[in-house]
């Protein structure tokens, strides 16, 4: 099945600052890679998603890369604010089974 | 996107008593939702995938006359946590698979449901 690692675990930035998460995955067949932020004791939200047809995809401070051959793909936040503090998760699946498999998670702290 | 609601938000029960989670879709028939348990400072762990009009399947590991799943409408889908025990203390979300066509849907998470066995 499908493995799912991310780096790092724990993220200090400045206010301002930029963050930038990775994460590969093993199966190939994978093409659909959303990302969650998670604040503590809540749901995770959807910030941001791609899939295996582009490379690239930005929302506002938010970014996504994907590089398929290496199998792995990256979040990028610019510009962060304290509300930018929570766990952010990968997650990649195929699109016939849907089933999300999740990275391990990175405790983001942006300090002010 | 999809409005998932869950209930009861959190839950505290007797060990060996069973208690129930329920997971509505508010404004999408959704015939497939997934069942997670998160541990603190843990990842999302899938339980289980519910079908609505059929039987669940349970990821490996699971047990699935521990962990009752049932999908009886295209809103709800419930899980039973049988004969509880402080292990099965957690943390379970569900999850709505929205179609959206072209390669992968999105999914999207109820509240979640802290469990509390004492």
């Known amino acids: 099945g499908e493995n799912v690692e991310q780096h790092p675990s724990t993220l200090s930035v400045q206010e301002g600052d930029s963050a930038v998460i990775k994460c590969t995955y093993s199966d190939s067949a994978s093409n659909y890679f959303p990302w969650y932020k998670q604040e503590l004791g809540k749901r995770p939200q959807l910030i941001i998603d791609?899939?295996?047809?582009?490379g690239e995809k930005k929302d506002q401070r938010i970014a996504v890369t994907l590089n398929k051959t290496a199998k792995h793909f990256s979040l990028h936040i610019t510009e962060t604010q304290p509300e930018d503090s929570a766990v952010y998760f990968c997650a990649a699946t195929k699109a016939a089974g849907n089933k999300l498999t999740f990275g391990g998670g990175t405790r983001v702290l942006v300090k002010p | 996107g999809a409005v998932v609601s869950q209930h009861p938000s959190w839950v505290i029960c007797k060990s060996g008593t069973s208690v129930k989670i329920e997971c509505r879709s508010l404004d999408f028939q959704a015939t497939t939702m997934f069942w997670y348990r998160q541990f603190p400072k843990q990842s999302l762990m899938l339980m289980a995938t519910s079908n609505e009009g059929s039987k669940a399947t349970y990821e490996q590991g699971v047990e699935k006359d521990k962990f009752l799943i049932n999908h009886a409408s295209l809103t709800l889908s419930t899980l039973t946590v049988t004969s509880a025990h402080p292990e099965d203390s957690s943390f379970y979300i569900c999850?709505?698979?929205?179609?959206?066509?072209?390669?992968?849907?999105?999914?999207?998470f109820g509240e979640g449901s802290w469990l509390t066995v004492v």
């Open positions: 999850s709505v698979l929205v179609l959206t066509g072209g390669p992968g849907n999105t999914i999207y």
């Open positions: 791609i899939r295996s047809n582009v």
